[in-house]
């Protein structure tokens, strides 16, 4: 909200940094960042983009946004940071940041919806930088997006269904494991996925996801808008895809 509140062009005044520097100071103590780790990051950020020239492309606000983006960047020494998932049994790994901070852009470079500058990106040993998205299906990987983006015109079934659309074999095995994990997609089966709830439309994205039958699932923020009690049992049924031999890659606020 402080950002919003950065208007015009010209110089960024003091006055205008202040409550902004306080949301990020306030947001990087509720993840338990070190206070001194913190207190050096707001000094750093105040000190760049205090008096700094506005790009014409950019307000106020947007130059403090892309200021504290690149200092997280320093801080979290992304550029030369290497993840590796390889030679580990399956695991469910959780990457959170602020917003804004390039969580949803990882997981689509990953997947191939976005394309890297630079760097890459490794799975089953092939670089995955260059391979299109149905290609990283194929090799294993299914993608569970932030708000879910079911097709809402189709019924439940059919949304299943298109999770599988590459697979050659049988389905009824697995489309009968997803029932069992999420037994209101069975209730709801010929139902068009537009009227159902949003818990329920979470449930359907990652049921279409586990028709592909995947190695890794990436799944962006899947408690958007969920109760806290839904929010506990989606995740319960997270971590049982493990037991299945699924590794998640989950990103979360």
Same mark, same amino acid.
């Given at each position: 909200?402080?950002?919003?509140?950065? @208007?015009?062009?010209? @110089?960024?005044?003091?006055?205008?940094?202040?409550?902004?520097?306080?949301?990020?100071? +306030?947001?990087?103590?509720?993840?338990?960042?070190?206070?001194?780790?913190?207190?050096?990051?707001?000094?750093?950020?105040?000190?760049?983009?205090?008096?700094?020239?506005?790009?014409?492309?950019?307000? %106020?606000?947007?130059?403090?946004?892309?200021?504290?983006?690149?200092?997280?960047?320093?801080?979290?020494?992304?550029?030369?940071?290497?993840?590796?998932?390889?030679?580990?049994?399956?695991?469910?790994?959780?990457?959170?940041?602020?917003?804004?901070?390039?969580?949803?852009?990882?997981?689509?470079?990953?997947?191939?919806?976005?394309?890297?500058?630079?760097?890459?990106?490794?799975?089953?040993?092939?670089?995955?930088?260059?391979?299109? %998205?149905?290609?990283?299906?194929?090799?294993?990987?299914?993608?569970?997006?932030?708000? @879910?983006?079911?097709?809402?015109?189709?019924?439940?079934?059919?949304?299943?269904?298109?999770?599988?659309?590459?697979?050659?074999?049988?389905?009824?095995?697995?489309?009968?494991?997803?029932?069992?994990?999420? %037994?209101?997609?069975?209730?709801? @089966?010929?139902?068009?996925?537009?009227?159902?709830?949003?818990?329920?439309?979470?449930?359907?994205?990652?049921?279409?996801? +586990?028709?592909?039958?995947?190695?890794?699932?990436?799944?962006?923020?899947?408690?958007?808008?969920?109760?806290?009690?839904?929010?506990?049992?989606?995740?319960?049924?997270?971590?049982?895809?493990?037991?299945?031999?699924?590794?998640? +890659?989950?990103?979360?606020?």
């Amino acid at each position: 909200n402080a950002f919003k509140k950065l @208007r015009g062009k010209g @110089r960024i005044s003091e006055s205008d940094l202040k409550a902004a520097m306080r949301e990020v100071k +306030l947001a990087l103590l509720e993840a338990d960042v070190n206070f001194k780790v913190v207190k050096d990051f707001i000094s750093s950020v105040s000190e760049k983009a205090l008096g700094a020239n506005v790009l014409e492309s950019l307000t %106020p606000g947007q130059q403090v946004i892309k200021i504290v983006n690149e200092e997280l960047v320093n801080l979290m020494g992304v550029e030369n940071s290497k993840i590796n998932l390889s030679n580990t049994p399956p695991s469910v790994i959780m990457m959170t940041g602020l917003q804004g901070a390039g969580k949803t852009t990882t997981l689509h470079t990953i997947t191939g919806l976005l394309k890297a500058k630079s760097g890459s990106v490794m799975f089953e040993g092939k670089e995955l930088l260059k391979t299109p %998205p149905h290609k990283i299906v194929e090799m294993g990987m299914a993608h569970v997006p932030e708000g @879910r983006r079911i097709f809402p015109d189709l019924t439940v079934l059919e949304n299943l269904k298109i999770g599988a659309y590459l697979r050659k074999d049988d389905i009824t095995e697995d489309l009968n494991w997803v029932y069992d994990l999420f %037994p209101r997609l069975k209730e709801r @089966r010929r139902q068009l996925a537009g009227t159902l709830s949003g818990g329920e439309q979470q449930m359907l994205a990652m049921g279409r996801a +586990l028709l592909s039958d995947p190695k890794m699932i990436v799944m962006d923020e899947p408690s958007m808008g969920l109760s806290p009690l839904l929010v506990s049992e989606i995740f319960e049924i997270i971590q049982s895809f493990r037991a299945a031999g699924k590794t998640v +890659l989950l990103v979360e606020q």
